[in-house]
């Protein structure tokens, strides 16, 4: 009955608890010698304002978290009512950032001090020890001082030093770096010297170092379309670059963006609901036309030697490269001791290259080819790639279509072995690579050493659900795992469950955190990887988890199906539903089912939403077909100018293929106590998703109404040529023949199953111009449909109300259609 009621009331607990991710830890960074980790964490479950956190031993390896900077404490009830810059809500959603507080960090070298804003302010934390008492007394922990810096020059000209966006503070800690979007300002930390006689402590002191403008013939101000110091759309969306200048580690040097987005299409967002208010008009880069111009500057700062401060430029060049042919800045890497790198793509991305830009006198802001890289369909970015090693070789990432894996070279040597595929690097040093993987036990059938322990011993490839005895499998594509990837080869896990994974490292210390099928939270933990006493325990702890749980346990089955051998996760209803020991259901297919995205992985997290819809009364499948990442290069690259025909192919070939798979695992489960599952109805298949899943959705009534009776489309991109260039023509190219063979508007006429299509009037990414032309395609043609647009949402869905309502009306929706389907099967 608990059980039921949790089901229950899952949609608003959803919405409130921003998906059950308030409370917990997030963000980690090691920092320093590794004994301390720099974290973000709200108080509770239903707390959307983070604050920072550290994570701490001390020398007898005691573990500790201490509060550094909480809003409410800074801000006040002003915590709790966000007053974000537009500029920065565009940030966050391009990064799906949906938290509110302090939601982002920038910590010195050192980790002593951290910038960051909240509310468009800009705040520092400093962190100083103290070293205990004469008598041995331990240190009874950190001393902090949060502040805001350069309150007083934000106030008296806002319109010269404000929206504070990307703050960055320097390596040296000294001063930081942040972008208005038409300056790149510099503020020189004061407060300094304190406790000297005599002496007044510096002011902050903020400077335009940098700036854009353009003006019309008589010299007035005109449109800017150009921006500073900030990552194009292209780039936050596409690309996970959301930083537009990165500092040298030896605080000098800056090298920064700069683009122009006059020749990209002007598009309008508006609020129907509030026609006296004016559509706000923005740049996107729609597919098939212009994009940003991007370019890059090298500059070298100076500074006075006794106070720090900014005394000017004393360097300055543009980057030169042949912007004409490697339109895209992909990536930029700074390791200490080296000059920059900078990973440039051609227009479909299928060609780069690695430069490495020169910061000596003779060479200033010259850039030199270190490697290049081409694929025929495309190049994947990983990210963390290109990296130097602290020696000076060069890791990159390599789509290896003979071993297909997606492997790391060094120094052009592939040293990654076949079938285990990178998805991350995490850190880069002489030794190793730490890195994010997705091993194909096909290629490479032999487990590490430490997996096999961890299996035995009951933690690793049997991880076994609560409410079913199901299993995640091995450590395969479902699982993305921690390992240190050494330069000979050898493959060292540092995460031993599967699960959904991630990590950071600096000296002795690592913070491992992420999600897997043995609980429903977060697990962040920090460690001392060589601090070992003498009976081989290294110091560690697990980070508290403050959030939310969703009080149940997907009960879900991880199986193969059809000749693709889709991974596929089957959740039936639970034990307490009314569902539970029904002999057929309806089957709700439930995909992402495009490129790079997978939905099928070894985290509860990926089954919740599949479980409340189990216990309306659905079989609910989530098939990864082809495409979806995680099984090396050529699988990924099947759907190359044919997404719309591969991936409905591959949900159909799921569909047929469940009934003999569903009798398979229950004549499997005759030996043991679990219930069976209930068989699917192949006359009663639906289909909901989002963005690519509502596409999916979309096309599934329109394309295979024979085997799709009902869908529901959140937000489906309809028409490829209303999508960004990054994105779409990576798989579809340049030819206008294939967004036309890839669109679903022109069968419209075809439709004959019901269709819920829901869009958000908000929506910057996949704009509601795609839902309105299949709706008036479909209004063309005479085919019935529903329609709910959805005012003030954009592509997260971040309103309470609309979250938890989408679901129960997606849910009655669907009930009615399936009603009277009549039985073929």
């Not at 890289?373 to 279509?401: E, K, Y």
């Not at 006429?749 to 908000?762: E, W």
Request: hydrophobic fraction near 40%; glycine fraction near 8%.
């Amino acid at each position: 009955m608990v059980v039921m009621n949790n089901i229950d009331d899952f949609p608003r607990a959803k919405a409130r608890t921003l998906r059950f991710t308030c409370g917990a830890p997030r963000s980690a960074q090691a920092i320093g010698d590794g004994s301390l980790a720099l974290f973000l964490r709200s108080d509770g479950p239903e707390d959307l304002v983070t604050a920072l956190w550290l994570s701490w031993f001390d020398e007898a390896g005691g573990h500790h978290e201490t509060k550094l900077a909480d809003p409410r404490d800074l801000l006040g009830d002003h915590a709790d009512s966000e007053d974000v810059p537009a500029e920065e809500k565009a940030r966050r959603e391009r990064a799906r950032e949906g938290g509110a507080g302090i939601v982002s960090y920038s910590a010195c070298a050192e980790g002593d001090r951290v910038v960051f804003t909240i509310n468009g302010r800009l705040y520092l934390t400093e962190i100083a020890w103290d070293d205990g008492t004469e008598d041995g007394t331990p240190a009874a922990g950190p001393i902090v001082e949060t502040r805001e810096l350069a309150g007083a020059w934000l106030d008296e000209d806002p319109a010269m030093y404000t929206p504070v966006l990307n703050p960055r503070i320097s390596p040296d800690g000294d001063h930081v770096l942040y972008t208005t979007g038409e300056r790149l300002m510099l503020v020189d930390i004061g407060d300094w010297p304190r406790d000297v006689e005599g002496v007044d402590p510096l002011d902050d002191r903020v400077t335009a170092v940098y700036g854009v403008s353009v003006e019309d013939e008589d010299g007035n101000p005109a449109e800017n379309t150009w921006r500073i110091g900030l990552a194009e759309f292209a780039a936050g969306e596409e690309m996970d670059r959301y930083d537009g200048f990165w500092w040298a580690p030896d605080s000098r040097h800056v090298l920064f963006e700069s683009f122009d987005t006059a020749d990209e299409p002007t598009w309008f967002i508006s609020d129907p609901a509030d026609p006296e208010r004016p559509a706000a008009g923005r740049r996107y880069p729609r597919a098939l036309t212009r994009n940003a111009d991007v370019y890059l500057t090298l500059i070298t700062l100076d500074f006075d030697p006794a106070t720090l401060r900014y005394r000017g430029i004393t360097a300055n060049a543009d980057v030169e490269w042949d912007r004409e042919a490697y339109e895209y800045v992909a990536a930029v890497h700074w390791t200490e001791g080296h000059d920059p790198l900078v990973l440039v793509q051609d227009r479909l991305q299928r060609n780069d290259q690695v430069l490495q830009v020169a910061t000596d006198e003779r060479r200033y802001g010259l850039p030199r080819v270190l490697e290049e890289h081409h694929n025929d369909q495309w190049i994947d970015l990983v990210s963390g790639t290109p990296a130097l090693t602290p020696d000076g070789r060069l890791v990159c990432a390599l789509n290896d279509m003979d071993a297909d894996t997606n492997r790391l070279t060094v120094d052009g040597r592939a040293f990654t072995p076949a079938g285990w595929n990178v998805r991350h690097v995490l850190d880069v040093t002489d030794a190793d690579v730490l890195a994010v993987v997705q091993r194909e036990p096909d290629l490479a059938p032999d487990e590490p050493r430490e997996w096999r322990v961890a299996a035995e011993a009951g933690h690793g490839g049997g991880a076994v659900s609560a409410a079913d005895e199901s299993r995640v499998g091995a450590h395969d594509a479902r699982s993305f795992d921690v390992v240190s990837l050494g330069y000979d080869g050898t493959v060292t896990p540092v995460t031993s469950r599967p699960g959904v994974w991630t990590a950071s490292r600096a000296g002795d210390g690592i913070v491992v955190s992420g999600r897997s099928m043995d609980a429903a939270g977060v697990t962040m933990e920090h460690s001392l990887v060589t601090q070992v006493d003498e009976e081989g325990h290294a110091p560690a702890a697990t980070i508290a988890n403050h959030a939310a749980e969703p009080g149940f346990a997907p009960n879900v089955t991880f199986t193969r199906l059809g000749g693709h051998r889709l991974y596929t996760a089957i959740v039936a209803p639970s034990a307490g539903s009314p569902y539970a020991r029904a002999e057929r259901l309806p089957v709700l297919m439930k995909p992402y089912g495009g490129p790079g995205h997978q939905q099928v992985a070894a985290a509860q997290s990926y089954y919740w939403d599949a479980q409340w819809w189990a216990d309306q009364g659905f079989l609910v499948v989530t098939a990864d077909g082809r495409g979806t990442t995680g099984r090396g290069p050529r699988w990924d690259r099947e759907i190359f100018e044919d997404m719309k025909d591969v991936t409905l192919a591959d949900q159909v070939e799921a569909v047929r293929a469940l009934p003999d798979a569903v009798a398979a695992l229950n004549d499997a489960r005759q030996t043991g106590h679990a219930a069976p599952i209930p068989a699917p109805d192949l006359d009663r298949v639906a289909m909901i998703g989002w963005s690519y899943g509502g596409f999916l959705s979309a096309l599934a009534v329109l394309d295979a109404p024979d085997v799709f009776a009902a869908a529901c489309a959140g937000a489906p991109p309809t028409d490829w040529t209303l999508y960004d260039t990054h994105y779409t023509e990576r798989y579809l190219g340049l030819d206008p023949a294939v967004y036309e063979r890839n669109s679903i508007i022109a069968d419209a006429p075809k439709l004959s199953r019901p269709l819920m299509i829901i869009h958000g009037f908000a929506d910057d990414n996949v704009t509601i111009a795609h839902s309105l032309r299949l709706s008036r395609a479909l209004m063309a043609a005479g085919r019935p449909h529903t329609f709910l647009p959805l005012t003030g949402i954009t592509h997260m869905t971040n309103d309470e109300t609309v979250a938890e309502n989408l679901l129960t009306l997606q849910r009655d929706f669907l009930r009615d259609a399936l009603r009277n389907v009549p039985e073929t099967h």
